[in-house]
């Protein structure tokens, strides 16, 4: 096991990450702006060591202080975290230069996964179904033209260096596509600096559902079921769950077999997560993510696995003790990302947080990085904590999150606390019925 892990990151995840190595008996190290410098990842580290201004170029994405940040505490592994640099297969490349064990998969999988043309191809010769469209990159209006007419319009056309949406445009039409393709391009280009595009038939009503898997890199891998994150708004998810109530018992051993097969096959290791949309019984591949991500915890409540310290166990070449037979699934669980923002327009809100008091109780977790007194700071995302609840069955656990959601105080900023109340006495969402489009209907009709 490692003696010291250095956490790249910040807020709750930084947190979530430092209570993982702590009952693993491992020491920690965080990092932290000087706009961070009372934040509680900060506070409850072993040793901190402070890498930079506010801004995220100059801080959480500044290698060279984040080696030398390593070198100075002695940390032998680092852990990105989400977002930031986890998904950057450079600075994978330079922590293993640097004889510092990268908590997450090799650099080349990362690169891999990252670019998604290649991505696509790799995942489809593995036996993973994708969304049916163009046979790799499209590179003119003509090529595009002939793609759309093989598959049908609705067609999406998307960047392959894609990432949070951006670089992404649907075409109903012939007459649509060629400006569609070219506005896409040009979106991507200035996003990315890369204008590869590629694409896919855009489906109408499908539901978001990703696979969680753990892999060790040598041929094992397991999958630890499914994720429900259908409910989006611009391609942000806002509330999981886990199990989807899209799917039944042998549905999930099926998509989860598949991909645990593919997994073990590339010698992934670590954790990741294969994302599809699904419709009309069917799954089409759309990315993988190649780290931790945000709504790991429900995957977590109804395991009983603890993800993060798998990852870290992992990579520190522990033999993977789990094994497919091994993992049962109890109950459901949901997750609310709750954001300092205007409940129904969304805008940011940070400031001081002049108290707060979290729901607790039976079944009950909040992950998070804020106390009373903090001040959220304008420079970083607007996530305040990840409220997780777990019951027995999906009505126990929406009880359980009505029930949390009315304890829950938060005074000094804005907080989508509200929306969450009105989401979970909602009858489409009590009926499970809801795609990736349900949420920005429901926010239009309010406005
Ligand atoms: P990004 O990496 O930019 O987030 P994704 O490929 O993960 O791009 O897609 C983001 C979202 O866009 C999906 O969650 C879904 O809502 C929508 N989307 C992507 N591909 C399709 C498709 N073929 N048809 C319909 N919607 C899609």
């Given at each position: 096991m490692f003696d010291k892990v250095l956490i790249a990151n910040r807020g709750e995840i930084a947190l979530r990450i430092q209570r993982a190595c702590r009952e693993l008996g491992v020491k920690t190290v965080a990092v932290h702006s000087t706009a961070d410098n009372d934040a509680m990842h900060v506070r409850l580290a072993d040793e901190s060591v402070c890498i930079g201004p506010p801004k995220p170029a100059d801080s959480y994405l500044n290698i060279p202080a984040l080696i030398a940040a390593c070198e100075i505490t002695g940390a032998d592994a680092i852990h990105p975290g989400y977002g930031f640099l986890s998904e950057n297969a450079r600075f994978a490349d330079i922590c293993s230069?640097?004889?510092?064990?990268?908590?997450?998969?090799?650099a080349e999988h990362i690169r891999l996964m990252g670019d998604k043309i290649a991505a696509k191809e790799t995942v489809k010769k593995l036996g993973i179904p994708v969304v049916p469209g163009s046979d790799g990159e499209v590179k003119t209006e003509a090529e595009a033209l002939k793609v759309a007419e093989e598959t049908g319009y609705p067609v999406l056309i998307k960047a392959a260096a894609g990432g949070g949406g951006r670089g992404m445009k649907v075409a109903a039409t012939a007459e649509a596509l060629p400006h569609a393709f070219a506005t896409a391009r040009a979106e991507s280009k200035a996003a990315f600096g890369d204008d590869a595009m590629y694409m896919e038939k855009y489906l109408g009503q499908p539901r978001h559902i990703e696979v969680q898997v753990l892999g060790d890199g040598k041929g094992h891998a397991i999958h630890?079921?499914?994720?429900?994150?259908?409910?989006?708004r611009r391609h942000q998810k806002v509330l999981e769950e886990a199990p989807s109530p899209a799917l039944n018992n042998s549905q999930r051993a099926e998509i989860g077999g598949i991909v645990s097969k593919a997994i073990a096959e590339m010698h992934y290791e670590g954790a990741g997560t294969v994302e599809f949309l699904y419709e009309n019984g069917e799954f089409f591949f759309i990315e993988m993510n190649t780290r931790v991500q945000v709504e790991h915890p429900i995957t977590e409540m109804i395991t009983g696995i603890n993800i993060?310290?798998?990852q870290i166990r992992i990579a520190a070449d522990v033999p993977m003790r789990l094994k497919q037979e091994d993992i049962r699934f109890t109950g459901h669980s949901i997750e609310c990302r709750i954001n300092a923002e205007h409940p129904t327009n969304f805008?940011?809100?940070?400031?001081?947080?002049?108290?707060?008091?979290?729901?607790?109780?039976?079944?009950v977790r909040f992950d998070s990085g804020v106390y009373s007194g903090y001040f959220i700071p304008p420079y970083y995302d607007s996530l305040i904590g990840k409220l997780i609840v777990h019951g027995l069955n999906r009505n126990e656990c929406l009880m359980r999150l009505r029930r949390s959601l009315d304890e829950f105080v938060i005074d000094g900023v804005e907080t989508t606390i509200p929306l969450f109340r009105e989401l979970a006495t909602h009858p489409e969402i009590i009926d499970g019925v809801y795609n990736i489009h349900w949420l920005e209907k429901y926010l239009d009709n309010l406005a």
């Amino acid at each position: 096991m490692f003696d010291k892990v250095l956490i790249a990151n910040r807020g709750e995840i930084a947190l979530r990450i430092q209570r993982a190595c702590r009952e693993l008996g491992v020491k920690t190290v965080a990092v932290h702006s000087t706009a961070d410098n009372d934040a509680m990842h900060v506070r409850l580290a072993d040793e901190s060591v402070c890498i930079g201004p506010p801004k995220p170029a100059d801080s959480y994405l500044n290698i060279p202080a984040l080696i030398a940040a390593c070198e100075i505490t002695g940390a032998d592994a680092i852990h990105p975290g989400y977002g930031f640099l986890s998904e950057n297969a450079r600075f994978a490349d330079i922590c293993s230069e640097h004889g510092i064990k990268f908590i997450g998969p090799s650099a080349e999988h990362i690169r891999l996964m990252g670019d998604k043309i290649a991505a696509k191809e790799t995942v489809k010769k593995l036996g993973i179904p994708v969304v049916p469209g163009s046979d790799g990159e499209v590179k003119t209006e003509a090529e595009a033209l002939k793609v759309a007419e093989e598959t049908g319009y609705p067609v999406l056309i998307k960047a392959a260096a894609g990432g949070g949406g951006r670089g992404m445009k649907v075409a109903a039409t012939a007459e649509a596509l060629p400006h569609a393709f070219a506005t896409a391009r040009a979106e991507s280009k200035a996003a990315f600096g890369d204008d590869a595009m590629y694409m896919e038939k855009y489906l109408g009503q499908p539901r978001h559902i990703e696979v969680q898997v753990l892999g060790d890199g040598k041929g094992h891998a397991i999958h630890l079921g499914e994720r429900d994150c259908s409910l989006q708004r611009r391609h942000q998810k806002v509330l999981e769950e886990a199990p989807s109530p899209a799917l039944n018992n042998s549905q999930r051993a099926e998509i989860g077999g598949i991909v645990s097969k593919a997994i073990a096959e590339m010698h992934y290791e670590g954790a990741g997560t294969v994302e599809f949309l699904y419709e009309n019984g069917e799954f089409f591949f759309i990315e993988m993510n190649t780290r931790v991500q945000v709504e790991h915890p429900i995957t977590e409540m109804i395991t009983g696995i603890n993800i993060v310290a798998e990852q870290i166990r992992i990579a520190a070449d522990v033999p993977m003790r789990l094994k497919q037979e091994d993992i049962r699934f109890t109950g459901h669980s949901i997750e609310c990302r709750i954001n300092a923002e205007h409940p129904t327009n969304f805008m940011p809100c940070p400031g001081r947080i002049n108290n707060i008091h979290p729901p607790g109780g039976f079944g009950v977790r909040f992950d998070s990085g804020v106390y009373s007194g903090y001040f959220i700071p304008p420079y970083y995302d607007s996530l305040i904590g990840k409220l997780i609840v777990h019951g027995l069955n999906r009505n126990e656990c929406l009880m359980r999150l009505r029930r949390s959601l009315d304890e829950f105080v938060i005074d000094g900023v804005e907080t989508t606390i509200p929306l969450f109340r009105e989401l979970a006495t909602h009858p489409e969402i009590i009926d499970g019925v809801y795609n990736i489009h349900w949420l920005e209907k429901y926010l239009d009709n309010l406005a």
